[in-house]
């Protein structure tokens, strides 16, 4: 009997990724400083993104797993978000007494099944991925053992989040009676030669996935667990988990639904357009009464969510490019703005709470400035990436002919410029009521130079990035 190993040179990055992940665990046993383990990750991190650019494209194990320019994009956000969650990591889990060295290898795992997720060629490697990101990143929210609200967020960010895994294995379990497979290219074709996108037990299949994927992204009404969870962990994991499961969570919608069930696409725009405007509208009105910043920006990712949507439901390229575009500015933006946060975070001083922005930029003009530049680009003012990426996305929508929710999120992104700019107000037309001293570190540093470079340079040079996420779709 012959035995044939499949080909593994289109899946390297995710091997030399294990591997490292399984080094930052046993390293963890051998080495005292924490710090060393966070720059071999880092260090290790890179590596794979170099194997990422010289493995050769392709699909391997029967198209289960597919490596394209598509993934490879997605994986490069997943790469940023990694080596920028450990860069302000690194001073705030010790001023948290959580230095542990298997929080770098946890944030590792985690990033592993956002890979996979972006390669998957099939509802099972899909559903692998998934549960490999989502078991580390339960983990990673109630890494503050000591606090209770550390606790709460993984409790019920793993209760949510098992009951929406269900949700995805029935819908998957309904396409595979429908078709006899669960290979994404041979659904399209089953439900093309068949006539199935009309086809009632397919759109309750559609449903429960876009319930399961909007979990992932947190989308309303399956928003639920994103403000405790953002506010209860740790601060560099909020981070983490607002960049990388939620582009992990855009690649499958993209993947799923434009290939899938490509001749399905009315049906699934019918229920992907309510979703869009009630995410928008959830995540940009609750934010207004928010007096945590954690919470606010829990909310402020909700309605970013909403817009990415629009780059899905115009289903053409331009859309889909501009939803990449879309996530790899906010990765920068969003990330650049828990740095700051972190900055705050000291020894007995939380700095979680809005007010404590007050007179900031009387006592620290730095770090104000630098707050500023974020908040500026998750408003999406110019000349910062944030209105880059918002016109893009907007522009795509209208070319295929949805102005009118493009009006739409143009209304709701004026509403969220209130609770970005308060902040701005409060740092600059309001005087210091405590003497907030600053934790600065090298690592944190480094981040918010790359993050601010990144939300600068890209609103006012944007043509390269959208140009390589059009590239990344050519053979989509």
Request: charged share 10%.
């Amino acid at each position: 009997m012959n035995f044939q190993l499949p080909d593994l040179a289109p899946m390297m990055p995710e091997l030399v990724m294990t591997a490292l992940a399984l080094v930052v665990l046993l390293a963890d046993l051998l080495i005292r400083k924490k710090e060393v383990i966070a720059l071999i990750s880092m260090a290790g991190v890179a590596f794979v993104a170099l194997t990422l650019f010289y493995a050769p494209g392709g699909a391997t194990f029967g198209t289960m797993y597919i490596s394209d320019g598509y993934s490879t994009f997605f994986k490069v956000i997943f790469f940023i978000n990694v080596i920028l969650s450990v860069l302000i990591s690194i001073k705030y889990i010790a001023v948290e007494r959580v230095n542990y060295g298997e929080y770098y290898s946890l944030i590792l795992f985690s990033t592993i099944g956002m890979m996979i997720m972006a390669s998957a060629g099939d509802l099972i490697v899909l559903y692998l991925g998934l549960e490999l990101m989502a078991l580390s990143t339960y983990v990673l929210a109630g890494f503050i053992r000591h606090d209770i609200k550390s606790n709460e967020a993984a409790l019920k960010y793993f209760l949510l989040g098992a009951f929406s895994s269900a949700f995805l294995l029935y819908g998957i379990s309904l396409v595979y009676g429908l078709t006899g497979t669960t290979d994404i290219k041979a659904i399209a074709s089953f439900i093309s030669e068949k006539g199935l996108a009309d086809n009632l037990s397919l759109l309750l299949s559609v449903a429960f996935l876009v319930v399961a994927f909007g979990f992932k992204i947190a989308a309303a009404p399956f928003h639920m667990w994103a403000p405790d969870v953002y506010e209860g962990a740790p601060t560099s994991i909020t981070a983490f988990m607002s960049v990388g499961p939620k582009a992990a969570g855009f690649a499958v919608l993209g993947r799923v639904f434009m290939v899938a069930f490509a001749s399905a696409k009315v049906d699934w725009a019918v229920i992907l357009i309510p979703v869009a405007i009630l995410t928008m509208a959830v995540g940009n009105i609750v934010a207004l009464s928010q007096t945590n910043i954690k919470r606010m920006l829990a909310y402020s990712s909700i309605a970013h969510a909403g817009y990415a949507l629009l780059g899905i439901i115009t289903a053409n390229n331009d859309g889909l490019a501009s939803m990449m575009n879309y996530l790899m500015i906010y990765a920068f933006m969003n990330i650049g703005a828990f740095a700051v946060i972190i900055m705050l975070r000291s020894e007995g001083f939380k700095g979680d709470n809005i007010s404590d922005y007050e007179g900031l930029a009387k006592t620290h003009p730095l770090a104000a400035m630098l707050m500023l530049i974020f908040m500026f680009s998750l408003t999406g003012i110019p000349p910062t990436a944030g209105f880059i990426g918002k016109l893009y996305i907007f522009m795509s929508a209208i070319n295929a002919g949805y102005t009118w929710l493009v009006v739409i999120a143009v209304i709701f992104s004026a509403i969220s410029a209130y609770f970005y700019l308060r902040i701005v107000m409060y740092m600059y037309m309001k005087e210091p009521k405590t003497d907030v001293s600053l934790t600065t570190s090298f690592s944190n540093g480094v981040a918010l130079a790359v993050t601010t470079v990144a939300v600068l340079v890209i609103g006012v040079l944007p043509a390269s990035l959208l140009e390589l996420a059009k590239a990344a779709i050519s053979g989509f």
